[in-house]
Antibody
Framework: QVQLVESGGGLVKPGGSLRLSCAAS????????MTWFRQPPGKGLEWVSH????????SYADSVKGRFTISRDNAKNSLFLQMNSLRAEDTAVYYC?????????????WGLGTLVTVSS | EIVMTQSPATLSVSPGERATLSCRAS??????LAWYQQNPGQGPRLLIY???TRTTGIPARFSGSGSGTEFTLTISSLQSEDFAVYYC?????????FGQGTKLEIK
């Protein structure tokens, strides 16, 4: 069965960095675009970034552009999100999700998320 | 950016009754709308796409309708496992955006 497991979250000071990972299993990882979303505590969902199968196409939300970097390792079935210059407003649960059709439209499997807290 | 507005924020319904959730887009998105269900501590689950097509394994009591700017998710006979938060998401334009959610709670 398809599984996505995020890790790497934690407490970090403003201006600090974190690297999130998402371990994928149960499907051919290299066949799918992958996406990061986030959800601030008690709030709605926000698209953060996505990456194509071969990493040739990458997009970011304006709110994280220039600070976050998405990457993937198809040999290790893993997705990453390097987060630099973190701000209080980046505090959220971060989810990785599989892009159903590779168009950045629909997301059929999601992980349980990892909590990132940015606070001094 | 397309703003998605869901109503109501909270909906209290008794098990076995019908629930109707609404989602409005700030501009026309054709039928490029999906609905997700989220339970506490879990990631969202894709229920419906194309405004009205159920994904594999989603019970027939879930139905979606609408096009343009007005959309509806209807759950015909609520089961205990249906009480959750529901989000609509547009995939007509970038960035993809979500509504703020409707919490469906037991009355």
């Amino acid at each position: 069965q398809v599984q996505l497991v995020e890790s790497g979250g934690g407490l970090v000071k403003p201006g600090g960095s974190l690297r999130l990972s998402c371990a994928a299993s149960g499907f051919t990882f290299s066949d799918y675009y992958m996406t990061w979303f986030r959800q601030p505590p008690g709030k709605g969902l926000e698209w953060v970034s996505h990456i194509s199968r071969s990493s040739s196409t990458i997009s970011y939300a304006d709110s994280v552009k220039g600070r976050f970097t998405i990457s993937r390792d198809n040999a290790k079935n893993s997705l990453f999100l390097q987060m630099n210059s973190l701000r209080a407003e980046d505090t959220a649960v971060y989810y990785c999700a599989r892009d159903l059709y590779g168009s950045g439209s629909l997301f059929d499997y999601w992980g349980l998320g990892t909590l990132v807290t940015v606070s001094s | 950016e397309i703003v998605m507005t869901q109503s109501p924020a909270t909906l209290s319904v008794s098990p076995g009754e019908r629930a109707t959730l609404s989602c409005r887009a700030s501009q026309s998105i054709s039928s490029n709308l999906a609905w997700y269900q989220q339970n506490p501590g879990q990631g969202p689950r894709l229920l419906i796409y194309g405004a009205s097509t159920r994904t594999t394994g989603i019970p027939a009591r879930f139905s979606g309708s609408g096009s343009g700017t007005e959309f509806t998710l209807t759950i015909s006979s609520l089961q205990s496992e249906d009480f959750a938060v529901y989000y609509c998401q547009q995939y007509h334009n970038w960035p993809r955006t979500f509504g703020q959610g409707t919490k469906l709670e037991i009355k």
